[in-house]
Nanobody, 124 residues
Framework: QVQLVESGGGFVQAGGSLRLSCAASGRTFSSYTMGWFRQAPGKGREFVAAISRSGSSTHYADSMKGRFTISRDNAKTTVYLQMNSLKPEDTAVYYC?????????????????WGQGTQVTVSS
């Protein structure tokens, strides 16, 4: 499908900001809905945000609204997640995902592609 590589994770103090990047391979990047998910220690995978193929539509989990912003640059085949006002509860491995039809609804499919994840640690 598509190869995805996340970057930009790291250590940050509460209240700080990070911007995650997800670089995608392939010439059909613009045909994929893109999204971000995360998995915190001891918890299941959680939907974070998704963006439509053109970038005209976005969807966020309620807990992310107002703090996180997803965007994409189809020319660079890259999707971003700007994270502001970070909290210790945001500590997790963040995964980039690509899907032809889903993600905007918070769902993935058997054909979804995933990156390797990038660790975000927010200290109190």
């Amino acid at each position: 499908q598509v190869q995805l590589v996340e970057s930009g994770g790291g250590f940050v103090q509460a209240g700080g900001s990070l911007r995650l990047s997800c670089a995608a391979s392939g010439r059909t990047f613009s045909s994929y809905t893109m999204g971000w998910f995360r998995q915190a220690p001891g918890k299941g995978r959680e939907f974070v945000a998704a963006i439509s193929r053109s970038g005209s539509s976005t969807h966020y989990a309620d807990s992310m609204k107002g703090r996180f912003t997803i965007s994409r640059d189809n020319a660079k085949t890259t999707v971003y997640l700007q994270m502001n006002s970070l909290k210790p509860e945001d500590t997790a491995v963040y995964y980039c995902a690509a899907d032809k039809f889903n993600l905007l609804n918070g769902l993935t499919s058997d054909s979804s592609s995933w990156g390797q994840g990038t660790q975000v640690t927010v200290s109190s």
